[in-house]
C-alpha cells in the first residue's frame, strides 16, 4: 500500500507513523497533487497546504485524482475547505472543521491559516487559528471558567486580530478588562484544544479503515473536464519531469559521477526516513551553516548572484532549502555514526581491492618515524598549498575546519598533522629511505 500525506505545521511527522505508513510531503501547493497522483499511490491524504504568497492547489488536480481512482481525504486545514468544497464529487472529508466548512459554519481562509516557521525546523506554528480559540474557548465555558457573554467577546476579539499575530497572548492582551482573563490565561497552557491536529488524526484513523476493510481504488469516479488551464497546468509540470529525466540521461553517460550522485541520494533519503522514524527536528544554525558554505564553494557572495545560480540550475527558494536540509540531514548522520562508518570504510576498501595498498602505505609512513624537528622545520602553508593545489589541483578550502569534519577528523590542526606527515612522505631525503646498493 502507497500512501501520501500532505503536511506541514498541523501534526509532526511521527504523529502520522502512528496511524499508517506513508510518504509525508510538504504543504500542498499548486501541481503536487497532479505530481502525486501521478504514480498511482493508492490514496492521498491533504492537511496543510498554502494560502498565499504560494498558488493553492487546485481543485481540478484533486478532482483528477480521483478519476484516476485515488481516494483523496481532506482535514483540518487546506485538506478541510478542499474536501468541503468538493464532497459532492467523491473527495472524502473528516472532523469537525471540515463539517463547519460544508454547513457555511464557517466560511473564511483564515479560520484554519496559521503563520509557521521553516521546513527544517518541522514548519513550528507560531500563531493559533480560529477554529481552535473557537474549540478552546467552547471547552472553557463548559469547564465554567467563562460565561457565555465573555465567551462571545473573546471570539469576536481573536476574529478581528490578524491570523498571523493571532495568539494566545495578543488575544488576552487585548481582553486584559475582561473579568477572569488572568485565570483563562493560566488554564489555556494546558487547557486549550488543537482543533485542527484533532481533526488530522481522525482523519489518518479513516485513511487506515479504509484500507482495512475495503478496496483501496474508487469506484465510478467523476470525470472532470479538461479545460486549457488545466491542461497548460499539467504541460508545465510534465515539462518539468522530462527535463529532469533528460538531465538524468546526461548524467548516465558519465558513469562516475552518476554512481557517486546516486549514492549521495540513496544517503539523503535513508538520512530523511532516520528523521521520520526518530522524530528528530534539524538545527536552523545547522542549515545556515550548509548554505554559508555552499555560497563560499560556488562563489555567491551576493544576494543576485545566489538568485542567477538558481535560475540557473532550475531551483527555487523552496527547492534551494531544500537541499540544503538535505545536506544538514546527511551530515548529521555520518557524525551520528562516525565510528560504524569507519569500520564500514576499511570493509569497502577491502571490496574494492584496495586495502592492502593503502596498509602498506600507512607502514611504510610510520617506519620513517618522522621527528618531532622535521615538523616544525616544514612551513605548514607551502605544505597546505602543496597538498591542495598540487595533489588534489584544487582551491583551499574556506573552512578548514568544516572540511576536516567532512573527513571525519575532529578538526583543522588534525588535517595539518595529516597533510604534514604526507608532505614529509612525498618528500622525504634519500638518507630517510632504506639504503640500496
Given amino acids: 500500500m502507497s500512501v501520501v500525506v500532505f503536511v506541514g505545521p498541523t501534526l509532526p511527522h511521527e504523529r502520522i507513523a502512528e496511524y499508517l505508513e506513508a510518504t509525508i510531503l510538504p504543504p500542498v501547493r499548486q501541481g503536487d497533487v497532479y505530481r502525486a497522483a501521478r504514480d498511482r499511490p493508492n490514496a492521498i491524504g491533504i492537511i496543510d497546504g498554502y494560502f498565499e504568497g504560494v498558488p493553492s492547489v487546485w481543485h481540478k488536480e484533486i478532482l483528477w485524482a480521483m478519476e484516476q481512482g485515488i481516494p483523496v481525504f481532506g ?20 472532523g469537525q472543521i471540515f463539517e463547519d466548512y460544508r454547513a457555511d459554519v464557517l466560511q473564511d481562509d483564515d479560520e484554519v491559516a496559521v503563520l509557521h516557521g521553516p521546513a527544517e525546523l518541522g514548519y513550528p506554528a507560531l500563531s493559533v487559528p480560529m477554529v481552535s480559540v473557537r474549540a478552546t474557548v467552547a471547552k472553557a465555558v463548559a469547564d465554567g471558567l467563562v460565561s457565555l457573554a465573555n465567551a462571545d467577546e473573546m471570539l469576536g476579539v481573536a476574529k478581528s486580530i490578524h491570523y498571523q499575530q493571532r495568539s494566545w497572548e495578543s488575544i488576552c492582551q487585548a481582553l486584559s478588562h475582561l473579568k477572569g482573563i488572568a485565570d483563562f490565561q493560566a488554564w489555556v497552557q494546558t487547557g486549550q484544544v488543537d482543533a485542527k491536529a484533532e481533526d488530522a488524526c481522525a482523519m489518518l484513523r479513516k485513511m487506515a479503515e479504509h484500507f482495512a476493510r475495503s478496496t483501496p481504488s474508487l469506484e465510478n469516479p467523476i470525470r472532470m473536464e479538461r479545460t486549457l488551464v488545466w491542461k497548460g497546468l499539467r504541460a508545465r509540470v510534465d515539462v518539468e519531469t522530462t527535463n529532469g529525466h533528460a538531465v538524468l540521461d546526461e548524467l548516465r553517460l558519465n558513469p562516475q559521477l552518476f554512481s557517486r550522485l546516486r549514492e549521495r541520494a540513496a544517503l539523503s533519503l535513508l538520512a530523511q526516513e532516520a528523521d521520520v522514524r526518530t522524530g528528530n527536528s534539524l538545527d536552523r544554525d545547522a542549515v545556515m551553516h550548509q548554505m554559508s558554505l555552499h555560497r563560499a564553494s560556488a562563489g555567491l557572495p551576493r544576494h543576485s548572484d545566489l538568485m542567477q545560480w538558481l535560475d540557473d540550475n532550475d531551483l527555487s527558494l523552496d527547492s534551494y532549502e531544500a537541499m540544503l536540509i538535505d545536506n544538514t540531514r546527511i551530515e548529521g548522520a555520518i557524525a551520528d555514526r562516525k565510528n560504524r562508518i569507519e569500520v564500514q570504510l576499511i570493509a569497502e576498501l577491502c571490496r574494492a581491492g584496495r586495502y592492502a595498498e593503502f596498509r602498506d602505505r600507512a607502514r611504510e609512513k610510520a617506519a ?31 573552512d578548514f575546519d568544516s572540511y576536516a569534519v567532512s573527513l571525519g577528523l575532529p578538526d583543522r590542526d588534525a588535517l595539518f598533522d595529516l597533510i604534514e606527515a604526507e608532505f614529509l612522505f612525498c618528500h622525504r631525503t634519500d638518507s630517510s629511505s632504506p639504503s640500496g646498493a
Avoid at 468538493?86 to 473528516?94: C, P, Q, R, T
Avoid at 602553508?381 to 582551491?395: A, G, P
Fill in 368 to 398: 620513517l618515524s618522522l621527528s618531532t624537528s622535521q615538523m616544525a622545520n616544514a612551513e605548514r602553508l607551502s605544505m597546505v598549498l602543496w597538498y591542495f593545489e598540487t595533489i588534489l589541483d584544487r582551491d583551499i578550502p574556506d
Fill in 75 to 94: 482535514s483540518a486545514s487546506m485538506g478541510a475547505l478542499r474536501a468541503a468544497e468538493l464532497s459532492d464529487m467523491g473527495m472524502i472529508g473528516v
